[in-house]
């Protein structure tokens, strides 16, 4: 018996899956099949007729250097010094930061969480409430974890960014002292140094034996190109079906499930002699279907 997940969806409703997503890597931002959402607009106000408007603060010059990288939680620390423990539940996964044209995006907690911010004068601004997906969730401490995050992740905290060198670090300290060192991990853009290309691959159920390297009896991927429009729909015929003889970066396959991906390929510079010239990471898991 199959069971059919229907996770392809419209693009606003992809965004907010995308973060709760199992499959989903921290590394991608999801809107990559439509522009991507503008940076919240700059307003002018006047407190009367009379008075001049004042000027918006202008961000900070190191702002891009925060899309640059993945900020994975490494020390929290309450004004007491004592551990934030909840904010750990999920140690192979740390509590990860994102930031893309003026959205952030937390994730690795139960339910993914994105909001708006701005950045002045040495100051991180969390823009209005973070919406949340609605996962429900079995394991107490990751719902501690995300009400944890939700709580400290607001309002504005003062920021402290050093990107340069090997070890780039984002400090965060709320109103109440509350203090949040994360620590850069180069995204896929960053590594391979381009935005890369949106493709759709959809994957088979199970995986088929592949000669490569020849005599290895490796077990590879079945897939197949597919096209989807901007609003989600299918467009045109997929392509032939072929073992994919690399890895799909942020994909864990599971035998018995196919499962539509969308996928950034990136060109790898100075690929060593045999390897992939072609690099695939995923964006989103867009369809699956379970077979039983």
């Not at 909840?86 to 994105?114: E, Y």
């Not at 995204?187 to 088979?204: D, H, I, L, N, P």
């Not at 864990?252 to 991906?261: A, I, M, Q």
Request: with cysteine; net charge positive.
């Amino acid at each position: 018996m199959k069971r059919l997940v229907p996770l392809l969806l419209p693009l606003a409703s992809a965004l907010a899956l995308a973060a709760c997503s199992p499959s989903a890597p921290p590394d991608q931002n999801p809107a990559t099949t439509a522009s991507a959402p503008p940076a919240p607009a700059t307003t002018r106000s006047t407190a009367n007729a009379g008075t001049a408007a004042r000027p918006t603060p202008r961000r900070a010059a190191s702002v891009p250097a925060l899309s640059k990288y993945h900020w994975q939680l490494s020390s929290a620390t309450a004004s007491d010094g004592k551990r934030i423990d909840a904010l750990f539940a999920n140690p192979d996964k740390p509590l990860q930061l994102d930031f893309r044209h003026g959205r952030v995006g937390i994730s690795n907690t139960c339910n993914g969480m994105h909001g708006g911010y701005a950045v002045a004068n040495g100051k991180l601004k969390i823009v209005g409430p973070m919406t949340q997906t609605m996962m429900a969730c079995t394991d107490d401490k990751l719902m501690a974890m995300d009400k944890a995050a939700g709580q400290i992740l607001q309002g504005t905290m003062s920021m402290t960014l050093k990107a340069g060198g090997d070890k780039p670090t984002l400090t965060l300290v709320d109103a109440s002292g509350d203090k949040l060192v994360f620590a850069g991990k180069p995204t896929a853009q960053t590594r391979y140094g381009s935005k890369g290309k949106t493709v759709f691959m959809e994957v088979a159920a199970q995986a088929e034996p592949c000669d490569n390297p020849p005599g290895s009896a490796k077990q590879c991927l079945k897939v197949r190109e597919r096209h989807f429009d901007d609003k989600g729909l299918t467009v045109g015929k997929p392509g032939q079906w072929h073992p994919l003889t690399q890895t799909i970066e942020g994909y864990t396959h599971k035998d018995g499930v196919r499962n539509v991906l969308r996928l950034k390929q990136f060109e790898v510079n100075n690929a060593p002699a045999g390897a992939a010239s072609t690099a695939y990471v995923l964006d989103m898991v867009v369809e699956s279907e379970v077979s039983r």
